[in-house]
């Protein structure tokens, strides 16, 4: 809750404020967002969901098409995406939202070309290891789109990574029951470090635009 809402809730609450004067106080204190607000928020919403339906145009693109398309096509068409969406990361860097959205699509579909790879080659790793690496390799981009829901991915594919890694008993080593509670141990440590990294990086880094 903001500042702004905290404070106005208050002097509602003290009868500071009449209920006549509610909704007047409630526009002149700037807590309603303003057309202008409104516009900029459906056309952040409309971006973010044609980028993401481009992406995963690709992915599905491909799979129906699979006996179709050769080996080589698959993987010129997930690597010309990805080359497209850095591409407009790197041309148009200045443009607030365009550019992190273009990493966020790189990242999902490095993980489309990552999942085709093993698919292809049957490379018979375990699952935990698609979701380890294509955590690892995007976090170049994670760092420099600076974008709160691509943090959000990256975080949760460690989160994954682990509880997979974890049902194939790799967390053995630990002394605790086997089952939901090393399991529940796990989570807790990977994402209490998580945070705290995250705040000690986020007053010297700023390493997103927003909380």
């Known amino acids: 809750m903001s500042t702004r809402r905290q404070q106005l809730i208050e002097l509602i ?6 209920p006549a004067d509610i909704a007047r106080a409630a526009d002149q204190s700037g807590i309603r967002p303003t057309c202008a607000q409104w516009r900029t928020f459906t056309d952040r919403i409309l971006l973010t969901l044609g980028i993401l339906a481009l992406v995963f145009a690709v992915l599905f693109f491909i799979a129906y098409n699979w006996m179709v398309l050769g080996r080589m096509a698959r993987f010129a068409l997930i ?3 990805i080359a497209a969406a850095v591409g407009v ?3 148009r860097p200045r443009l607030t939202w365009l550019a992190p959205l273009a990493l966020l699509a790189a990242s999902i579909l490095l993980g489309v ?3 085709f790879y093993g698919q292809t080659y049957q490379t018979g790793a375990d699952p935990w290891q698609l979701f380890f690496n294509w955590a690892l390799l995007m976090t170049p981009w994670v760092v420099l789109a600076r974008l709160p829901a691509l943090w959000l991915l990256w975080l949760g594919l460690w989160n994954l990574s682990a509880f997979l890694y974890q049902s194939t008993d790799g967390f053995d080593w630990l002394p605790l029951p086997s089952g939901s509670s090393r399991w529940l141990a796990v989570c807790t440590a990977l ?6 990294v995250w705040e000690m ?3 010297r880094l700023a390493l997103t635009t927003a909380r």
């Open 13 to 18: 609450q003290q009868n500071v404020i009449p």
């Open 79 to 81: 690597e010309v995406s």
């Open 89 to 91: 990361y790197v041309w």
């Open 113 to 115: 070309l990552l999942g």
């Open 191 to 196: 994402n209490i470090t998580a945070l705290a």
């Open 201 to 203: 990086g986020q007053r």
